[in-house]
């Protein structure tokens, strides 16, 4: 069974940087692909970035680009979203998720696995 646990949410100013990590449990996650999406209030649920575990390839939404990295940690089994110079509009849940693959999909729809989020929130 594979879970994913979320953390380093918080209330941050606009500017300022959080990092948020997944650590993952259940499974051998070398093939897998981990993405990070986001929820704001009345709004769906968006892509914001993935990472392919084995090789290391990013893709993010421009929404992120120049602002946010990702890391992964092969021993912890986590992966990281580094997010600096956030705007009030980065606000919203974030969720990690993961999939089996290789290819680094932006669709919701396209993960399998869940995490039970981490709020951020990002004051003006």
């Known amino acids: 069974q594979v879970q994913l646990v979320e953390s380093g949410g918080g209330l941050v100013q606009a500017g300022g940087s959080l990092r948020l990590s997944c650590a993952a449990s259940g499974h051998t996650f070398t093939h897998y692909v981990m993405g990070w999406f986001r929820q704001a209030p009345g709004k769906e649920r968006e892509f914001v970035a993935a990472?392919?575990?084995?090789?290391?390839?990013?893709n993010y939404a421009d929404s992120a680009k120049g602002r946010f990295t990702l890391a992964r940690d092969n021993a912890k089994s986590t992966v990281y979203l580094q997010m600096n110079s956030l705007k009030p509009e980065d606000t919203a849940v974030y969720y990690c998720?993961?999939?089996?693959?290789?290819?680094?999909?932006?669709?919701?729809?396209?993960?399998?696995?869940w995490g039970q989020g981490t709020q951020v929130t990002v004051s003006s």
């Open positions: 998720a993961a999939r089996l693959g290789w290819t680094l999909y932006n669709g919701r729809d396209d993960y399998d696995y």
């Open positions: 990472i392919n575990w084995n090789i290391g390839n990013q």
